[in-house]
């Protein structure tokens, strides 16, 4: 199989244009797509700062039950 590198931009979340590729019609092709560190590094960043403000409300929460939340079926 023959690797072809292409650097792209990409320009509308979701989607990739990839041009002027060494392909004809009809010939099938297997494409990989690599994230650059960076770009990989900050949507980590970005989960985890997510994660973070979610579970803090939970985490710093001072409310605590004063019985039991249900009463028991006799």
Known sequence: MHAVKVDVLIEKDGELHLSNLPCQKGERV??????DGEAQESAERKREDARERFLNPATTSTFRSDGPYFEPLT
């Open 30 to 35: 297997e494409a990989i797509v690599l994230l």
